[in-house]
């Protein structure tokens, strides 16, 4: 039985990403830019490139539904010696406009997502990749300030 959960928790991750993307993390992926993020979920640890970037929730919020899920199915947490994702994402089409005084913008992502939950006796892994397209005005603005006039930090428009 515990196998079987690890397993599905280690696809469910990579689920999330590509399938129920946070509006913050999407807000954070279009202001970093294309990329291989890695991120470490026990110990909130995250990079770009291998370039340290400031917390994304996703860290939180996955750290908190993993043990609350291994609680609930009796799993012991110190049997969960690594949680780690791997995101290439590819952010492109990046529209910026303005209308009745806001700057809107939408963005177009594709992930390839690679999950590991590594225990005592083996590791887990779980992978999805697909597209998303997200238009976005607030929560970036709420989050960075305002929309950069150079869109994301790290690519031009339409790609790389």
């Known amino acids: ?3 079987k959960v690890i397993q599905d928790f280690a696809n ?7 399938d129920l ?3 913050y ?26 370039i340290p970037i400031p917390k ?3 860290c939180d919020v996955y750290d908190e539904w993993l043990r609350t899920q291994l609680e609930k199915h009796g799993v012991e947490e110190n049997n969960i010696h690594e949680v780690r994702l791997e995101i290439e994402v590819d ?8 209308s009745s005084g806001h700057r809107l913008a939408d963005a177009h992502f594709f992930f390839d ?14 992978h999805m990749a697909g597209d998303k397209e997200w238009g976005f005005d607030w929560y970036y603005e709420k989050w960075y300030g305002q929309l950069p006039e150079v869109w994301p930090l790290h690519s031009q428009p339409n790609g790389r």
């Open 1 to 3: 039985m515990r196998r």
């Open 91 to 98: 952010v492109r089409n990046v529209n910026l406009r303005s």
């Open 113 to 126: 997502c690679h999950s590991a939950i590594r225990t005592d006796e083996k590791a887990y892994l779980g």
């Open 56 to 58: 994304l929730k996703t």
């Open 21 to 23: 993307p946070s509006d």
């Open 25 to 50: 993390d999407l807000a954070s992926f279009a202001h970093y830019g294309s990329g291989k993020y890695s991120l470490n979920i026990l110990t909130g640890e995250r990079s770009l490139d291998g």
């Open 12 to 18: 469910v991750f990579c689920q999330r990403v590509v």
